[in-house]
Structures are given as structure tokens and as C-alpha cells.
């Protein structure tokens, strides 16, 4: 069984309120934001004002992924969010274990996020500091886009790592998740399954969020 993260990403954005009453209502874990600066990733979603009113209405744990520039910049606002889990790119962070520390400071788990080509060897000297690791299975910008199958040898190879390790971080996949790939990324022992369009395009997606949570 995973935890579910459905990714706000896919949401209907003019009825955002009822979106949030639908996770409320759901068995989702906790939920998933994707904030994209045009920078980092060639894309724009949505900043601190979207964040700050998502977060007066949402009873989840909030699970923000930062694909930005600098997203050390923004430990603080992102803190007093009440977010839970702060996610920052690897590709992104200068002095990543700083931004770790920094993050813990502020009182929330610290997530660090893998494009699908950066290779999981690159968290060997950090992976006993995080709470999670983030894999990408889609290159990061853009819900809808189709899962990289490499990612699953990835999430073995992490496994490994962190079983050799005294570390107790969650690994946590976003990109493409739904009927097809949720199963074998169960199998493959990621803890946290991150879903957007598969979620919010159903006709029944507080029954799609309990079959993801019931996968073995
Ligand atoms: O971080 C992301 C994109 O960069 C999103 O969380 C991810 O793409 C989820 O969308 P989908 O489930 O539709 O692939
Ligand atoms: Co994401």
C-alpha cells in the first residue's frame, strides 16, 4: 500500500474550491502543489497567493514541490503555509545540504527531487538528512505526459541505497502515474504515489483515489 498525493496541477482551476472539498472528502493522503517559475522548467503554474488560499481551505498535509530557481529563497513563506513536506530539485540547489538544514529549521520535512536523468548516486552523501526522495517520471514541467519506464530500475536502485543506509526516507514517484504504472511502482516499494490527471479527469476521483491507496 501507498500513500496517495493527488497533484492540484490537474485540478479544475475555476472551481478550485470544490476541487479542495473533493480531496478533503478523500482518502488522499496529502496533497501534492507544483510550483513551476518558467525558469527551472519552461512552464508557469501558480505562487504564493494560489498557495497561501489552498492552504486556508485544505484539511490534507500539503506537499510542495518547488521545479524553481532559488527555492531556498522561499523556505520561509512556504513554512508559514503549514506546508508539511517542502520538495526542492537537486538540479536546483547550490548547497543542498544547507537548503535541507534550512528547511528543517523551519519546522517541515525536507523533500529532495531527481529529474529523470540526474542519477540517484548524486544523494549517496545526503540520503540519511531527507525525509523523502521525489523521483521524477516525467521531465519535470508539464502534467499528462507519458511515465519513463527507466524509473522503476531507479526506484530499485534507491531502495537499495537507503536499506544500506540508517536513513528512513520515503520515496515518492510524480509523473504519469495511473492504472498502468501505480501497480509495478507499488511492487517496487515507492511509499508515496504522486497522480494528477489520472485523479482529477476521472468521473469518479475520490473512487480513483481509493483504488491507488488500496494497490498492494
Ligand atoms: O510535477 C509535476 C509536473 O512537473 C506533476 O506533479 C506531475 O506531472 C503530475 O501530473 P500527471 O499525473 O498528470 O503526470
Ligand atoms: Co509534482
Redesign the pocket.
Known sequence: MALVSP?L??ADFLHLDSEIEMINRSEADWL?L?V?DGVF?PNISFGFPVLEAVAQRCIKPLDV?F?IVHPEQYIDRTAKLGAMMMNVHVEACRHLHRTVQEIHNAGMKAGVTLNPSTPVSMLEDIIEDVDMVLI?S?N??????DFIENTLTKVARLRRMIAGSGSKALIEV?????AGTAPRLVQAGVDVL?????VFRSATPEHTIHELRELK
Open positions: 497533484s496541477l490537474a501534492h507544483d513551476m522548467v514541490h521545479m521524477m516525467v519535470p514541467g508539464f502534467g499528462g505526459q510524480d509523473g504519469g502515474v495511473h504522486v497522480s494528477g490527471s489520472y
